[in-house]
């Protein structure tokens, strides 16, 4: 029997509605789940009652628990007939069911039973899941009776809260396999949905995406070009849609033209059969040095391309168990030879040989069982077979096989290589570490203690997580109980390996401080919070030493200390920027039981590309080792490395689930520097597309080549082209219509928002955080990687940016200007047709005023409509004209590459200054102009011209007057026909009102 169970914790309620007639109500909650049900203890006359009760529900099929709810309904107890009354409840599907370790309080709205229900006040609930067979089950209550019975007031099911629940708890909704173990992923089927990894949140049922199985059919693709007509940039630097014949057939116009063929799991990416090898071990290998030792390893070759496993040291029946994959294209040769060989110093030794001919290799087609090795005997030069045996596996097979991502690739490494660097070529699938904020207020310190008896302290407090350092600010008081109550925010990731680290310091004089305790506190032990809920604050004692505080509560206690008074809670309801908020792929919070069901699944293929610059010079021409990055979300890809190929051939797929549409997709292509070079030296950046997921029409498959563009000091350079094959599938088109509806970022961000500053500084330690992790990987994901794809430079000044930015200003003003010129013209009878419809649409309006908003909605939807024909029918992608990149001074280049601080002399730096003392001088003015204009408007009623003012007021009560004898209707036609007039009654002097609006006075005279 599963010791699995589902665990409640009933923290309280908060502002229920009263219910008892006397401005009160006597509250308890009654829990359902999986036919069982719990009910607290009944809190009487309290519309804010606190229960700290927990409850153990059984979980009979764990299979079924993605299907399970837990509904929680808050009652008022009548004692005067018996009976219970409806003052709200919560239902909570299983995305809210997570590992202890993962749990937090989080204080739910009550929701209305129907639509007469009158219901206000929220609920704290904490929900887990536990295996711990040390906790029993609730008892479960009798069978509910119309009335409630006498004992049920005083009945109670609440169990203490168990202190043993471990904080390794599996998650039940996890996969249990790596999802590095497969760098391929599909859409989930009846067969195969089980062996799809997914990422560690709660897993939904398995749901049809409607998506079509594809064929397959090997041609060569079609490219059909397309051109923005409004990005008016070079054609060479435009998308073009091609026609690529894929694992479900041809993609033509985004849509799939089927083969005969039987249909394939990778049906975004072109099929490319492979030679596998799989060199499982050997046994009874003869010895062949004097001592009788053998060092063995196993060298695979067909033709030119040869791969060798690692070898042991003294070993007779070694084990490797490793896959090598040779590319079908590329092999030349009908025989494959493997070659067990004995490691020596100065030349290797023959041990024996296999032989196998390719025209016996038998073809594996997935979902068949993985072929099952076999015993070969050795044979030594002469071909007899006398000692040692080698078990082997060959087959063909494609990028669909299991044994695929962890193999030798002979397109990774190329002709001649060993498999000893491997590591850094193999695709791997990453995941980002869970970060959270770090909520540290700093509110008061006691009885400090200072070296000079003489001095009273100006003291401050450092906060360090890591590198992390914040400071509050310094307080200079006469006391020895200095107050700060400063709120400082900072970036952890899971798993808290890092403490936090505070330090009272004294600034004893300029640049010189001096210790006065510490305090460190273990993220482990730090309350975790998904909403505002106030945090209790607690004391800590101030240790002289890091030991003595890294003991904490295990080190000898003094009778008297320094103490230190916070409040510290991990904030789960936010968001933690780890990209440029422009760009951002995640919009979920931290806290997973706040996370909603995934409304679609978006799927990468990553084909080849085309025409790609060398990156460097190998046997006196010029190449690249390349591979793709791909980022969406907590889950990073990377495909395998390409060497000596500038058209390089990837297809490799990728599936994340969507939680959002306004998100990002984000691939980048880099040259791989591990190759040849130092371990220091860093991968270049070749380009990168991002692709926003709420410009895809669902169920389409967009195959398109994206010009890779990358701005050099010298100016836009394109350095090849990608070619790629996406499609998003969603699970509900009105759940997806709905998050349009709901907040952009969590809660949290509004209830509590941060500053500019804050997220600017929270999002750079979030960046570091992540390369920091990713690069500890195997194979790494380097730092320069992390910071170009999650732009982390994207806030520093740049001319360029700053010209692109108010170009794209006037673009989006462009629309006005063009109405305020046609209605110029339409004033000045340009078109005398057009002047009198006018006329006559104004009329209509006037006297119909409840005409114009329908008549502007209208307008609008025609707009909408006319305009469908003209839309984008691919997604939008770099474009150097917006960018301001094609007519970009060199100068200007130079100084958005340079280092930060700069590294350029003195006379580039003064006229680089004085270029932006020009700028902002106009910017200035312009910001000058636009207060003088205001400040005339204050000038109307301040009297500051006694005149002016004296003529507006006069002006005001005539108006006042004339308005209230005249209908409005009268006096807006009279306006309507002066400011329509024709040109022969207009005057080229500027009007009376114009000219007395321009002699009000401003502020400028009082400026300095």
């Not at 599909?186 to 062996?195: E, G, M, R, Y």
């Amino acid at each position: 029997m599963s010791n699995l169970k589902l665990g409640v914790e009933v923290v309280g309620a908060h502002d229920l509605i009263p219910k008892d007639g006397q401005g009160s109500a006597t509250a308890f909650v009654e829990l359902h789940f999986d036919h069982q049900k719990f009910r607290t203890t009944i809190k009487e006359k309290d519309l804010n009652p606190v229960w700290n009760e927990s409850f153990y529900f059984n979980i009979s099929d764990p299979n079924n628990l993605p299907n399970l709810n837990l509904e929680a309904y808050v009652h008022n107890y009548s004692k005067a007939n018996n009976s219970k009354s409806f003052l709200g409840k919560i239902c909570l599907t299983s995305t809210s069911f997570v590992p202890y370790s993962d749990a937090v309080v989080f204080h739910y709205p009550l929701e209305k039973r129907g639509i007469f229900s009158r219901v206000k006040g929220e609920l704290g609930l904490k929900v887990f899941v536990t295996d711990d067979p040390t906790i029993k089950s609730s008892n479960p209550l009798p069978a509910m009776d119309s009335s409630l019975d006498s004992s049920y007031a005083n009945h109670g099911q609440a169990q203490p809260r168990s202190r043993r629940i471990l904080s390794s708890i599996p998650n039940p909704f996890s996969s249990e396999k790596s999802e590095s173990r497969h760098t391929f992923h599909h859409l989930p089927n009846s067969n195969q949905a089980q062996k799809q990894s997914v990422p560690p949140a709660a897993v939904q049922p398995i749901v049809n995406y409607g998506v079509n199985e594809m064929k397959s059919e090997p041609h060569t693709s079609k490219a059909v070009h397309m051109y923005s007509g409004s990005s008016s940039q070079p054609i060479d630097y435009a998308l073009k849609e091609t026609s690529p014949y894929l694992g479900g057939g041809q993609i033509v116009g985004g849509r799939v033209i089927r083969g005969d063929r039987p249909a394939s799991t990778y049906d975004l990416v072109e099929k490319m059969q492979y030679l596998f090898v799989r060199v499982v071990k050997a046994r009874d290998l003869p010895s062949k040095d004097v001592t009788g030792s053998l060092d063995p390893y196993v060298e695979v070759k067909v033709g030119n391309y040869r791969g060798t496993t690692k070898h042991f040291e003294k070993k007779q029946n070694p084990e490797w168990n490793e896959v090598f994959a040779f590319a079908r294209d590329n092999v030349q040769s009908s025989v494959l030879d493997v070659i067990v060989k004995d490691k020596d110093v100065l030349k290797d030794d023959f041990v024996g040989i296999v032989r196998v001919d390719l025209n016996e290799v038998p073809t594996r087609v997935p979902p068949d069982s993985p072929l099952a090795p076999e015993w070969y005997r050795l044979a030594n030069k002469d071909g007899d077979k006398k000692k040692g045996e080698l078990m082997l596996a060959v087959w063909y097979g494609t990028q669909a096989d299991e044994a695929f991502p962890d193999a030798w690739h002979s397109d990774a490494i190329g002709s001649d290589n060993s498999s000893a660097a491997f590591a850094h070529f193999r695709s791997k699938v990453y995941h980002s570490p869970r970060l959270w904020y770090v909520r540290v207020n700093v509110i008061e310190a006691q009885d400090l203690i200072v070296s000079e008896k003489s001095r009273f302290p100006d003291a401050y407090v450092k906060v360090q997580i890591g590198n992390q350092v914040l400071r509050t600010k310094t307080v200079q008081t006469r006391t020895l109980n200095p107050i700060w109550n400063d709120d400082l925010m900072l970036v952890a990731a899971e798993p808290f390996d890092e403490h936090l680290v505070l330090t009272v310091e004294d600034r004893v004089g300029p640049n010189k401080d001096e210790t006065i305790g510490r305090v460190v506190i273990p993220l482990n032990s730090v309350e975790r919070r998904a909403d505002d809920r106030i945090v209790r604050g607690r004391w800590f004692n101030l240790e002289k030493s890091m030991s003595a505080a890294m003991d904490g509560d295990h080190g000898k206690k003094d009778k008297f200390a320094s103490r230190l008074h916070l409040r510290v809670c991990l904030d789960g309801g936010y968001h933690v920027l780890d990209e440029s908020t422009h760009y951002s792929s995640d919009l979920r919070p931290t806290a997973k039981q706040l996370w909603k069901p995934p409304i679609g699944l978006l799927e990468l293929g990553i084909l080849n590309a085309d025409g790609m610059h060398p990156m460097k010079t190998r046997d006196g021409r010029g190449t690249s080792d390349t591979y793709c990055v791909a980022k969406y979300g907590h889950k990073w890809v990377r495909t395998r490395t390409i060497v000596n190929s500038l058209n390089p051939k990837y297809n490799e797929q990728y599936t994340w689930e969507v939680y959002d549409p306004a998100t990002v997709l984000t691939v980048g292509v880099f040259d791989n520097s591990q190759f040849g070079g130092s371990d220091g030296s860093k991968d270049v950046k070749i380009g990168k597309v991002r692709i926003r997921i709420s410009t895809l029409e669902t169920g389409r498959v967009y195959t398109h080549s994206y010009p890779l563009l990358v701005l050099h000091p010298s100016g836009v350079k394109k350095m090849g082209e990608l070619h790629l094959a996406i499609r998003f599938t969603c699970t509900s088109y009105a759940n997806m219509m709905f998050i349009y509806s709901r907040p952009l970022l969590p809660k949290m961000h509004y209830v509590r928002p941060l500053s500019v500053m804050q997220q600017d500084m929270l999002r750079h330690q979030a960046v570091n955080i992540v390369a920091a992790r990713l690069s500890r990987s195997e194979p790494p994901l380097r730092k320069e990687i992390v910071e170009y794809m999650s732009d982390a430079d994207s806030h520093l000044w740049s001319m360029r940016r700053s010209k692109a930015n108010f170009f794209r200003l006037m673009s989006v003003f462009s629309g006005f200007f063009s109405v305020g010129k046609w209605f110029g013209e339409v004033c000045l009878w340009k078109n005398p047709i057009t002047t009198v419809l006018v006329h006559i649409l104004f009329v209509m309006l006037v006297c119909f005023p409840e005409l114009i908003l329908p008549t502007v909605f209208l307008y609008m939807f025609l707009i909408g409509i006319w305009n469908f024909r003209y839309r984008a029918r691919y997604p939008p992608h770099m474009n150097t004209r917006i960018s301001y990149a094609d007519a970009v001074h060199p100068d200007e280049l130079d100084e958005e590459f340079d280092t930060f601080p700069t590294s350029r002399g003195s006379d580039i730096v003064r006229m680089r200054y004085d270029r932006l003392r020009s700028v902002a001088g106009r910017i200035q003015t312009v910001v000058g102009d636009i207060a003088t204009q205001g400040e005339r408007v204050q000038a109307l009623l301040s009297w500051r011209d006694p005149r002016a003012t004296v003529l507006f007021v006069t002006f005001c009560l005539g108006a006042a007057i004339v308005l209230y004898v005249t209908p409005f209707q009268v006096l807006a036609l009279l306006a309507g026909f002066y400011f329509l007039r024709h040109p022969r009654f207009r005057r080229k002097m500027p009007s009376a009102p114009i000219n007395f609006f321009r002699r009000l006075p401003a502020r400028t005279d009082s400026m300095l």
